[in-house]
């Protein structure tokens, strides 16, 4: 049995919003300690990637004019199917050299969570229909 392209980029994006809170539970966890920086995960251009990549999209771009040979050229964009980790220094650092903002935090763990409970729900409504329609193709 062959496994639904949407319900492989729904696992996907269920895994990225697993680290994510792994990452910020680690951010809060680390709260007091000093020098620590705040980390977090980008992979909504991963995951954009990774849709193309299985819908067959073609990425549509408007190239760079360039009027002289001399130019610089623009930078190839990453199409990478993987998420980048990265520090999240917007904060000001406090006196022990931490960036970890506890309301910025909790506030992207519960935004992060609810977009995690989304994905559960959306999977578990497309099985329940699936499961509906073999109910019913062997009530026949």
């Not at 729904?10 to 966890?29: E, F, G, H, P, W």
């Not at 299985?54 to 993987?82: P, V």
């Not at 931490?98 to 935090?105: C, P």
């Amino acid at each position: 049995m062959q496994i639904s392209p949407v319900k492989e980029l729904m696992a996907k994006a269920l895994d990225y919003r697993a680290t994510r809170q792994d990452l910020i539970s680690s951010n809060i966890a680390n709260v007091d300690t000093p020098f620590y920086r705040s980390r977090d995960i980008s992979f909504e251009k991963s995951l954009a990637a990774q849709k193309a990549k299985i819908f067959n999209e073609r990425e549509l771009k408007l190239k760079m004019a360039t009027t002289d040979e001399k130019h610089l050229q623009g930078m190839a964009e990453s199409s990478s199917t993987k998420a980048e980790i990265f520090f999240r220094d917007g904060h000001m650092a406090r006196n022990d050299g931490n960036t970890v903002d506890l309301d910025v935090e909790t506030t992207e763990m519960a935004k992060n969570m609810t977009m995690y409970n989304a994905l559960i729900a959306a999977m578990k409504k497309n099985g329940a229909i699936f499961r509906a329609v073999l109910d019913a193709s062997a009530k026949v």
